[in-house]
């Protein structure tokens, strides 16, 4: 979607649901596995309120978990990204 959509309602957010899940062919970003009905939820970023994505329940719960660990534990001192942690943490687990 190019233009801005507010998501002041529930029908808001359903609809704008369904199109973003219809564009991600049905499939979870993150693993990459079909979504089934009623596991679909929108993933956004807490400080701006973007959407990201349609994710499944259980991604977007770990993604939350991996998020406030980054702010309370390693965001403070660590100059990198979390992105940039992540992909240190697969280098030194091979």
Same mark, same amino acid.
């Given at each position: 979607?190019? =233009?801005?959509?507010?998501? +002041?309602?529930? !029908?808001?957010?359903? *609809?704008?649901?369904?199109?973003? @899940?219809? /564009?991600?062919? $049905? ?17 956004? =970023?807490?400080?701006?309120? +973007?959407?990201? !994505?349609?994710?499944? *329940?259980?991604?977007?719960?770990? @993604?939350? /978990?991996?998020? $406030? ?26």
């Amino acid at each position: 979607m190019t =233009d801005a959509v507010h998501l +002041y309602t529930t !029908a808001d957010v359903a *609809r704008t649901r369904k199109i973003l @899940l219809e /564009k991600q062919g $049905n499939l979870d970003p993150i693993t990459n596995l079909p979504i089934p009905e009623g596991q679909a939820v929108l993933d956004h =970023d807490h400080k701006t309120q +973007y959407v990201r !994505a349609v994710l499944h *329940r259980q991604s977007n719960a770990v @993604l939350g /978990k991996l998020e $406030n660990l980054w702010t309370r534990y390693l965001g403070w001192w660590y100059t990198g990204s979390l992105v940039d942690f992540l992909r240190g943490c697969i280098v030194t687990g091979k």
